[in-house]
């Protein structure tokens, strides 16, 4: 009982502990919760805004909930991290060691290089498990829903892993500029480590440019020989980190790379299966025999679907260069009719690159449809007008999503194609505080029952 493991804590409510964890949104009833809050107000803020009503767990955080309703353990920060050592070990021991880790950063270009990894991997017949934006895979089957951060705690990886360590040979990491910056995968090292791209985003977090590269940078302190492989065309990253920096292109000499009439044989999705294929060779895997037909594109990743004889692309770029880049794929995708690029920003993020954003298309000359994305706590009106500003040419605003998508298909003809960016596999929308089903995919795919 709880009582065994914390004869100091206040406990209202006895019960057995089956887990820990320390991301509040997805806490179990029964587990330990650990809260590093900064004060009293923030640990009540907290609990009131997440934790589930039916929680009836133990709380350790350097405060007392206000609420003496809860089991709670009032510990330091140093108390909570020795704790959660010694608990997680506990909870999710582990018979042999964590296997080889693959991690890949960049602006753009994660979700893919991670998933095709996968890919690639169980074709040489490795089983590797996937953590990231899309959720939680193993060997390409879909296990459990995305976790609540791009890139997962030391904890919430070592508990997936406990969870299905007989089955896995490698696992794959998104990681993101957070997390470096943050220090929240502890103690991890890279077996293998891929730098996409840098480009601008989250400027709302990091403030600058230059703040933003220093914190992807830290990917190297995680690396296990500190060297980063990155393509040559990447030449900014490979100039700011000379000694770290390890050239994928190297490896794939005298290779058999996927040709330009192949859908992973021109564009960013070149890049990406490059990069990925560049560290299945440096990890010691022969890739010569591989089948490129049989490798999937993850889910909302230039995502093709027709309808009625019109091409829809679902994608989730929703930075400047991942538009720039998504179109320019369609571009050499489908060679004939009309492009329509429909897409938004993104509510309480970085302003600044909403005007980009709208440079970014328009500079094609397709016609083009503004709409929402997650507007969260902003005036969706208000957002359209910032992206507005970087469009002089004649161009449509629709602050309903589905709306939006309807209007593209009213407008195109057979033969046209229609790219949805910014939202790819995402099957909600965040509007004042709520999470409302909506999935760009099920929305095109009803457009079949129009007449």
Known sequence: MIKDLYPQAHIISPFEPKGISNIIQSVADEDILYIKAKSQDQLNDLIEKYLSKSFKGLIISPFKPSNDSYNYLV??????????????????????????????????GKTSCCWLFSEVLKQLDKKVLYLGTVGTYLAGEKKEDKI???????????????????????????????????????????????????TQDHLDYHKTMAAYFEAKKKIVSYTKDSRVLVLESEKEIHEKLIGHVESADQYLKNESLPQKDHFLGNGFIKKNISLTLATVKKLGFEIKNLN????????????????????????????PDALIKLIEQVETTFKTGQKYILFGCGGDRDRTKRQIMGRAAAQFGYPIILTSDNPRSEDPEQILEDISKGISSEHRKEVNRKKAI??????????????????GHEDYQEINGKKIHFSDSEVVRKLNDKA
Do not use: C
Request: no cysteine.
């Open 406 to 423: 309807e209007m593209a298909f009213e407008l195109s003809s057979e033969g046209d194609v229609i790219v949805i960016a910014g939202k």
């Open 292 to 319: 490129y037909d049989d490798i999937r594109l993850p889910p909302g990743r230039f995502e093709i679907v027709e309808i009625k004889k019109r091409i829809f692309v679902i994608d989730y770029a929703h930075t």
């Open 148 to 198: 609540i951060t791009t890139t997962p705690s030391y904890l919430e990886l070592r508990k997936i892993f406990y969870k299905y360590r007989e089955e896995v040979d490698y696992i794959a990491v998104e990681v993101s500029s957070h997390a470096l910056e943050q220090n929240r995968l502890g103690d991890l090292k890279f077996e293998a480590s891929a730098w996409t791209n840098f």
């Open 75 to 108: 510990f330091q920060e140093a108390q909570i991290d020795t704790d959660l050592s010694e608990k997680m070990e506990y909870f999710y021991p582990l018979s042999k060691p964590i296997p080889p880790i693959f991690g890949v950063t960049g602006t753009n």
